[in-house]
């Protein structure tokens, strides 16, 4: 049996940000950040403002060279942007003169592909993320959330092993954003994609995630690993029930203390 692809692996990573002043300390945002994600398993990252978890997703996508450490998907180093990992930023950042259709497609376009492949797979990705009457639209015809799924679409056109998330849906309204988290489980559903998504929501966390990994203030490294046991498929359900409240009160515990595993 052939093993599951989409294993994401950083190990020792320690990133430190040089200031302008020549005297200054470095800022160090990351240091000794180690976190394994398996193949098909939809891990969240969570921590206090400035711990790095962004820093850290520019590092996993291989937009960030580590002073130490380095990130492994199945085993083969990441250090330069990747097409088998899908990055998908807080804001949309579609390219506002080009239609949904042409923003989605764009990263096959730059690889080459031909306008009959580009359709083809527009095609299939399109229902995937409920986009298929919006095609032709340009992105000030969209909403916010129309927008961020066009987003996801562009990430997932070249069928990457790994998905990082960068807090997708903080700009959506309460409501949106509960169906945009089931709508992202069931796109994992169907695809078996990896992923990484960086929260401040523990709601959200333990909605979507197979682990919620805690991260120290900065310099971020992990805390604590929360395993969330509910089945799947998940419902808004989970969210009322005994296991999210005592999920949520461990998470909330090792936010406070904010100490690092080990």
């Known amino acids: ?18 200031p302008a002043q020549r005297n200054a300390a470095p800022a160090i945002a990351l240091d000794g950040l180690s976190l394994d994600v398996g193949g ?10 400035g711990c790095g978890k962004s820093t850290f997703l520019r590092v996993a996508a291989g937009l960030l060279r580590p002073e130490r450490g380095r990130v492994t998907l199945d085993g083969v180093g990441v250090t330069a942007p990747d097409p088998r990992i899908g990055l998908v930023f807080q804001e949309p950042r579609l390219l506002p003169w080009r239609s949904v ?29 409920g986009l ?25 056109v070249l069928a990457p092993d790994v998905l990082l998330l960068d807090e997708p849906f903080s700009a959506l309204d309460a409501l949106t954003r509960e169906r945009f988290n089931l709508d992202l489980l069931g796109l994992q559903e169907r695809t078996g994609t990896s992923i990484l998504i960086v929260t401040h929501s523990i709601p959200e966390a333990i909605l979507v995630a197979d682990r919620v990994v805690v991260m120290t203030p900065r ?38 203390l904010g100490e690092p595993v080990g």
């Not at 052939?2 to 040089?18: Q, S």
């Not at 098909?40 to 403002?49: D, R, S």
């Open 1 to 18: 049996m052939t093993a599951r692809t989409g294993r994401l692996v950083a190990d020792d990573i320690r990133v430190a940000f040089r």
């Open 40 to 49: 098909g398993e939809i891990v969240a990252l969570i921590g206090p403002n």
């Open 101 to 129: 259709a042409d923003n989605v497609t764009y990263p096959l376009e730059l690889a080459g592909w031909s306008r009959e492949r580009r359709a083809a797979r527009l095609a299939e990705l399109l229902p995937v993320v």
């Open 132 to 156: 298929e009457a919006a095609a032709a639209l340009r992105p000030v015809q969209l909403s916010g959330g129309m927008r961020q799924r066009a987003a996801i679409a562009r990430a997932l």
């Open 219 to 256: 310099p971020g490294r992990v805390a604590a690993e929360v395993r969330i046991t509910a089945p799947r498929p998940r419902s808004l359900a989970l969210l009322d029930e005994a296991l999210t409240s005592r999920a949520a009160a461990e998470i909330r515990a090792h936010l406070e």
